[in-house]
């Protein structure tokens, strides 16, 4: 038997299925401070989401802890390295949320061509703003597509359904994979924003990858789409809060320069109400629930305890990210 933290919440199946297996499974939140004072001292195991961070003092405060499960797929919040040394194995559930992120990622995409969080706005507002929401069809544009992992990949195939002529940035990929969608890969991410009008970002958050979406970068994108339309530039941002510079999209915005953005993280959650983002017509945004689906929660809560329930037994387990050295 062993002794499971959980700190961010868990789908209640999941938390049966492990303690179907022997296991003592805690559902509490844990205070930052306490973390610190070792409130894991005596846990074998732990899984969190995003909120919980698990930094290095917290994971050397943290006597007997043997594992800990990420219950999504970015680890940002969890010193991997300090982890591996140790002998603390970290594991996450990568597949689980593909198809809830992919849908939120298309929504967010056509909400920003056809103004529809605008839209809302004004209706519940009293204007009949008709004529001031003329938009633009996805079909004939370019998307271009940071990171081309499983979602990227997902929602590049019903971006070419819809139309659009698809482009991705992937340093880490086998060309071939690419070729195999039929999407056009470019070796470097200024090409990328050079030819899309309309960009999405699927990318851990690293240090490579901070404020990897600028000003420069924007403002190098093409307001004419590939069909002819001039269609301005769109951003969505459904991965990692960071990766967008927040501060160069206000000013974008207010500038013209970018037509519209969409963020569903933030550098900082949860957002302060007075970010100026919240206050701009070009802006709608959603609070991180990119993998809050009823079928997303329940597939990543029996992926993340199957995995940490594996390596607590010796088991084999492909979602390792990390390696243990003790």
Not at 52 to 71: C, F, H, N, P, Q
Not at 181 to 204: E, M, Y
Not at 227 to 238: A, E, S
Request: glycine content about 10%; overall charge negative; some cysteine.
């Amino acid at each position: 038997m062993a002794n499971i933290a959980v700190t961010d919440g868990m789908d209640e199946s999941a938390v049966r299925w492990l303690e179907s297996k022997g296991h003592n499974v805690v559902v509490e939140a844990i205070d930052p401070d306490a973390l610190l004072n070792g409130a894991l001292n005596g846990m074998d195991a732990i899984v969190v989401r995003s909120a919980t961070k698990l930094t290095a003092d917290v994971l050397r405060a943290s006597s007997g802890l043997k594992v800990i499960g990420r219950a999504g797929v970015g680890v940002d919040n969890i010193d991997v390295d300090t982890a591996g040394d140790l002998g603390i194995a970290v594991v996450n559930a990568p597949r689980a949320s593909t198809q809830s992120v992919v849908e939120l990622t298309l929504g967010h995409l056509l909400a920003c061509v056809r103004h529809v969080a605008r839209a809302d706005r004004t209706l519940r507002g009293g204007e009949w703003a008709k004529k001031a929401l003329k938009g633009t069809e996805l079909a004939g544009k370019r998307l271009g597509l940071i990171g081309y992992g499983r979602i990227a990949q997902s929602v590049g195939q019903v971006a070419k359904a819809l139309g659009m002529e698809v482009h991705a940035y992937d340093p880490y990929l086998p060309p071939h994979v690419a070729k195999t969608h039929g999407t056009v890969l470019h070796a470097q991410v200024d090409d990328l924003f050079r030819r899309c009008t309309h960009i999405s970002i699927h990318c851990n958050l690293s240090d490579e990858t901070y404020h990897l979406v600028n000003a420069d970068r924007i403002g190098s994108m093409p307001q004419l789409g590939a069909d002819g339309t001039v269609c301005g530039r769109h951003l969505v941002n459904c991965a990692r809060g960071g990766i967008v510079d927040e501060a160069a999209v206000v000013e974008a915005l207010e500038n013209g320069v970018l037509t519209s953005v969409a963020l569903d993280v933030f550098e900082e959650e949860p957002v302060n109400p007075d970010h100026p983002l919240l206050q701009m017509d070009g802006f709608h945004g959603t609070p991180h629930i990119g993998a809050s689906t009823m079928e997303a929660q329940a597939r990543v809560g029996m992926d993340i305890a199957a995995n940490v329930h594996a390596v607590l037994n010796g088991d084999e387990c492909d979602f390792i990210l990390n390696r243990p050295s003790r």
